[in-house]
């Protein structure tokens, strides 16, 4: 019976591909508070089993003209990064920016693997949350400037101890605004909430844009009597 051979592997091994980011999102996440973030969410190739020793990401506003270093040093173990939307200069007021990410990783030989495509996410201007404290009617409400196409609220319940208590469903329906046009929206907080919330927590509003491929968050205190 003949025998093959596979073939002889390069030494050292060829330098890792790119990381592929898998969702680029804002989202909530609790730093020495909770803030507002761009959510980084990444993969390796399943294939590539040399030893990564850290990611690197790149970052890119409108104005820059060369992607800048936002993060090095992050372990081979995590996939995930999250950048406070305060240290991001938000578009202004009915308008939208783009910024722009790439990642690369380095292996265990100290070398530069293949940079990523650029992939982005789109910043809209915030709502502007109207609730700090909440009322009889346990009512939320935010106002929305306008936006030029659909679009969708999303509301967060947050405890300041143990994160994430609840998020709205995706609305059955976009709202729309026209030129100029600011609506104000409201939100009944279900009664079973309010022993998770009592005392000082968080609420955010989420808004989505499908066609712009838009988002925007904005995050206060809430007091829950």
Request: net charge negative.
């Amino acid at each position: 019976m003949r025998l093959t051979c596979p073939p002889p592997q390069p030494f050292p091994p060829l330098p890792p591909k790119a990381p592929k980011f898998v969702a680029i999102e804002v989202d909530t996440k609790k730093f020495d508070t909770y803030r507002p973030a761009v959510h980084l969410h990444w993969q390796m190739d399943l294939n590539d089993s040399l030893d990564i020793t850290e990611y690197i990401i790149l970052k890119k506003m409108p104005l820059d003209s060369n992607f800048n270093v936002l993060v090095r040093g992050i372990p081979d173990s995590v996939f995930d990064f999250y950048e406070p939307l305060d240290n991001i200069i938000l578009p202004e007021e009915l308008s939208f920016k783009s910024v722009l990410y790439r990642i690369f990783a380095k292996d265990n030989y100290g070398r530069s693997g293949d940079t990523s495509n650029i992939d982005s996410i789109v910043l809209l201007w915030p709502p502007i949350l109207l609730t700090d404290t909440l009322k009889n009617d346990n009512v939320l409400r935010w106002s929305v400037s306008s936006i030029q196409a659909g679009f969708f609220n999303y509301i967060y319940l947050i405890n300041d101890s143990s994160g994430l208590i609840w998020k709205s469903p995706k609305p059955d329906t976009p709202s729309y605004l026209t030129d100029g046009q600011i609506a104000v929206f409201s939100e009944k907080i279900n009664s079973s909430f309010l022993p998770l919330l009592k005392g000082n927590c968080f609420w955010a509003v989420k808004i989505e844009a499908p066609a712009l491929k838009a988002e925007s968050m904005e995050l206060r205190k809430l007091y829950v009597p």
